[in-house]
């Protein structure tokens, strides 16, 4: 049975920097590509990093450049999300997810990760 399991969110002021993490079991983590997503309160699920199997690319929503970085271990079967100067809109819901079917580019679209995790909640304030 596949589990993706995340962990370090929490509470935290404006500016300040959180990681989060992802341990997967039950799948060869290693052949899967990395995602992580968001939802906000009222708000679709949104893309906002991925990695690819082999941690070689990784791909980030535009607004997220610079401040976010997704890594990831696979001796550790774990995908990483550090995340800086964090902004009160950067409140949501964190999933992170797994991809069967990646190529050498991880996917950005919700449709195509085929494991989700529960989610880690996020909140900025100001």
């Known amino acids: 049975q596949v589990r993706l399991a995340e962990s370090g969110g929490g509470l935290v002021q404006a500016v300040g920097s959180l990681r989060l993490s992802c341990a997967a079991s039950g799948l060869t983590f290693s052949s899967y590509a990395m995602g992580w997503f968001r939802q906000a309160p009222g708000k679709e699920r949104e893309f906002v990093a991925a990695i690819n199997w082999h941690g070689s690319n990784t791909k980030y929503t535009d607004s997220l450049k610079g401040r976010f970085s997704i890594s990831r271990d696979n001796a550790k079967n774990t995908v990483y999300l550090q995340m800086n100067s964090l902004k009160p809109e950067d409140t949501a819901v964190y999933y992170c997810?797994?991809?069967?079917?990646?190529?050498?580019?991880?996917?950005?679209?919700?449709?195509?990760?085929?494991?989700w995790g529960h989610g880690t909640q996020v909140t900025v304030s100001s």
């Open positions: 997810a797994a991809d069967r079917d990646s190529g050498w580019y991880p996917s950005t679209v919700t449709y195509e990760y085929d494991y």
